[in-house]
């Protein structure tokens, strides 16, 4: 089964997206080259998420897809990763014949081993423990690069599949990750973005000695060449003061902090088995909010959980002014296999009233949005320029560092960082004229 091209469709997370740079990489390495689509190419790598049932449905299409290229092209290999293929096991080749190899988000690895094996035969790897963020980085450099510190979620979050898919959590080494961060400032990144399930209780595992969140946060500022840091996600119960501090005290550190909140329900919280109440949160806001007044405060929100009544609703929406979010993705609760809300039979939110919500839901968040992102018209910003805009070939995009979408005019490329005078403001995006260009900056 000699394969020379391969193309790597990636589902879910920006873990997932590491993920599948880490598998670039690897294929690379192997010899492998980029083809242009799925169906052009000699291996063709789905890699999967199991997040939501909206994840499942569009994977069924890739699957069908990979098929039909493999009918018309008979020694076309097909892989299958990620999270998905964890949580069906061997079942993924019962269902479907045509895949010749499928590993979990922990054996990444063994995709490697199995294109050099020459095996006739469909394998599956599904064991917990590798770190993808020790394969080979891929070949195509960028000024924004994601780390992976750890694997696995040791929370029982009821409603989530994650922990059945990436095990338990596991810390990289701390050196590891400080020689990490060294070797993608000398790639060409600036911006670095630590990946996990939940970063702040990073490093408890660590042995001989144990390490904090923070302390690693400090090491990475320490890097030269790193000029921002950001990290997702932080879990609200182990948000504490030192990570907050790093914020304050350390200049790469950005002020945005994605704090994921699920619902402003505490009965929900507690079925959710999330671990903090809604006054948890919020002092955890408030204390966010004093020590960085400026800060983005960003969320995740599920509607219609199981036992989620009206009034359970009412609360999240008051959060929702109460925090003021300057973005939240909101998610409709979706059932899912294996985990423990799946069993749950009171107090179920039809489909009608669960979009009837959220549609609510996000017309409060984007009016909160909207009103908070005015407080950067007629600002100077900060802006890592990541190329042409996609409304308007004649200006620019970046973000800054408050992880707002910024479009604007001006001469800059890709990589510089910008200073921007912003005009107006919407609740996604802002818009203005470049002032100072990358070297006046830094
Ligand atoms: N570990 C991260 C992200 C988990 S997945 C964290 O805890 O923040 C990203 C988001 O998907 C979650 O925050 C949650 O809002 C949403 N999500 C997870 N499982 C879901 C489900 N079964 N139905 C709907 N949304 C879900
Ligand atoms: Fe899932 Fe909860 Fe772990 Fe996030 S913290 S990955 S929502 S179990
Ligand atoms: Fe990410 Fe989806 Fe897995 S959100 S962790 S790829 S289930």
């Known amino acids: 089964m000699a394969a020379s091209t391969f193309h790597v469709t990636t589902f879910g997370c920006q873990m997932n997206q590491h993920d599948s740079e880490r598998i670039d990489g690897l294929l690379e390495s192997l010899g492998y080259a980029q083809a242009d689509s799925a169906s052009e190419a000699d291996l063709i790598v789905l890699n999967t998420c199991s997040i939501r049932e909206s994840a499942d449905r569009r994977l069924e299409t ?3 897809n ?3 290229f ?20 061997d079942e993924v080749f019962e269902r479907y014949p045509f895949v010749d190899v499928a590993f979990g988000p922990g054996q990444v690895d063994q995709l490697g081993q199995f294109l050099l094996s020459d095996s006739v035969r469909a394998q599956g790897y599904f064991e917990f423990g590798g770190f993808t963020g020790e394969l080979p980085m891929r070949s195509k450099q960028s000024a924004s690069a994601w780390m992976q510190i750890s694997v696995g979620c040791n929370q029982k979050c009821s409603y989530c599949i994650v922990p059945s898919t990436r095990g338990l959590e596991l810390s990289r080494p701390f050196a590891d990750l400080v020689a990490e961060a060294e070797s993608l400032v000398a790639r ?13 209780s990073y490093g408890r595992d660590l042995r001989p000695e144990r390490r904090s969140f923070s302390e690693l946060l400090a090491a990475i500022d320490a890097v030269d060449g790193v000029d921002r840091l950001r990290y997702t996600s932080p879990h609200p119960q182990d948000m504490r003061a030192d990570v907050i501090d790093a914020h304050v005290e350390l200049d790469s550190v950005c002020e945005h902090i994605h704090l ?8 929900i919280l ?10 948890r949160y919020l002092s955890r806001v408030a204390m966010i909010r004093g020590a960085i007044p400026d800060v983005s405060l960003t969320t995740d929100i599920i509607v219609g959980f199981p036992g989620e009544t009206e009034a359970d609703f009412q609360q999240t929406l008051a959060l929702v002014e109460d925090a ?7 998610f409709i609760y979706s059932p899912r296999r294996g985990t423990e809300a799946a069993l749950l039979t009171d107090g179920l939110v039809s489909a009608e009233e669960a979009s009837e919500r959220i549609g609510r839901l996000i017309e409060l968040v984007q009016r909160v949005a909207t009103a908070r992102a005015q407080r950067f018209v007629g600002r100077p ?10 409304t308007d070939p004649e200006r620019l995009r970046g973000r800054s560092r408050h992880n707002k979408a910024v479009n604007f005019s001006g001469v800059a490329v890709a990589g510089e960082l910008v200073e921007v005078e912003i005009e107006s403001a919407t609740s996604t995006s802002l818009s203005g004229q470049a002032t100072l260009v990358a070297s006046a900056l830094r």
């Open 188 to 200: 060409g990144a600036r911006e670095i973005t630590l990946l996990g399930q939940n970063v702040n």
């Open 381 to 390: 910003v900060e802006v890592l320029v990541e190329g042409q805009s996609r």
């Open 260 to 267: 994921p909140l699920q619902s402003g329900s505490s009965k």
């Open 70 to 89: 493999k009918a018309a092209r008979p020694g076309v290999v097909v892989a299958v990763g990620g999270c998905w293929a964890q949580s069906l096991k």
């Open 66 to 68: 990979a098929k039909r």
């Open 324 to 330: 003021q979010f300057d973005a939240a993705y909101t």
């Open 270 to 279: 507690k079925a959710m088995r999330r671990t903090y109440d809604r006054d």
């Open 62 to 64: 890739q699957l069908g």
